[in-house]
């Protein structure tokens, strides 16, 4: 009896034992609510393969889709003081960084990399929507300033990759202050003569986009990314009028002027290492063949 009780039973209870499924196996459409499975999607870049939605990237994914051969080096971004107001809403805000901090394993809501695209040398400065709401502080426009400098002192062309709510309420006019900071830092890179270009992903708001988002040589935006300064709701309410449809969606402002081109993430690499190889490389794409001369014999007089 112990013997069926102790072995017998624990063998066909694990055969008919059903199997737990990991939670994280797959993942739902924000946008059109589609089930996809987990390597499906991370195969597809994070684009749902029903609608076509761009999801978000981490910084590392976004970083290692556009360097050759997702290779590239970060660099230590400067320190600045984590709560220097003090502030306390309905938490205090050193615990809502100690939260971010812990949940996405970043000091702050940028990483600011270096290494090549098409064989350019190139810095990027990509937003972390993770770590909250990509909201730019002191620490962001520390970033932006830091990989300006840098895109400086190595002559090479800077792109930034925002995806943020725009400024960060707990920092109070230190974080407005970052707005003028930054535009500074990009205004040095452009009459330096470097390429600035700015990738605008889903979303791109706030005084992100009203400071150095909107001032790329070249603004580039992912497929259905939201991009404006106050949101639609706000601007409806304020104007007391209806929106026309996708208002503040890329293809929407790229039919406006406000941006120079809609790029799928899957063509993203091949784009921009051809984008920058126009802007770095001056010279004439292929071998110049002169033109022979011909002597045309001036008209005999009748």
């Not at 939605?53 to 970083?63: D, K, N, Q």
């Not at 407005?176 to 990009?186: D, H, K």
Request: with cysteine.
């Amino acid at each position: 009896m112990n013997w069926l009780r102790n072995f017998v039973r624990p063998k066909i209870r694990a055969i008919v034992r059903k199997r737990e499924v990991p939670e994280n196996l797959w993942e739902t459409c924000s946008d059109c609510g589609q089930m996809i499975f987990h390597r499906e999607l991370e195969a597809n870049l994070r684009v749902c393969t029903e609608c076509g939605f761009h999801m978000r990237l981490t910084p590392e994914a976004r970083l290692a889709l556009l360097f050759d051969g997702g290779e590239y080096h970060r660099i230590e971004l400067p320190e600045v003081p984590s709560d220097p107001l003090r502030f306390r809403d309905k938490r205090r805000y050193a615990d809502r960084l100690k939260d971010a901090r812990s949940k996405t394993g970043e000091n702050d809501a940028i990483v600011v990399a270096h290494g090549k695209i098409g064989g350019v040398n190139t810095v990027i400065a990509a937003f972390n929507f993770a770590f909250l709401g990509g909201s730019m502080g002191m620490a962001v426009g520390e970033g932006i300033v830091a990989a300006a400098r840098l895109a400086l002192l190595q002559e090479s062309p800077f792109v930034v990759i925002p995806a943020s709510g725009g400024a960060r309420m707990q920092e109070g006019v230190l974080s407005l202050m970052q707005m003028a900071r930054t535009t500074v830092a990009v205004e040095e890179v452009k009459e330096a003569g470097l390429p600035y270009i700015v990738l605008l992903t889903n979303p791109t708001t706030g005084g992100v986009t009203a400071s150095f988002a909107m001032l790329g040589d070249l603004a580039i935006a992912e497929p259905g990314a939201i991009i404006g300064f106050a949101g639609a709701r706000v601007i409806e309410t304020t104007i007391r009028e209806s929106l026309p449809e996708e208002f503040q969606r890329s293809e929407y402002l790229l039919q406006h002027g406000m941006i120079d081109m809609v790029v799928p993430r899957s063509e993203l690499r091949d784009t921009m290492a051809r984008v920058l190889g126009l802007l770095r490389n001056r010279g004439p794409a292929g071998d110049v063949i002169p033109i022979a001369r011909t002597e045309i014999a001036p008209p005999r007089p009748d």
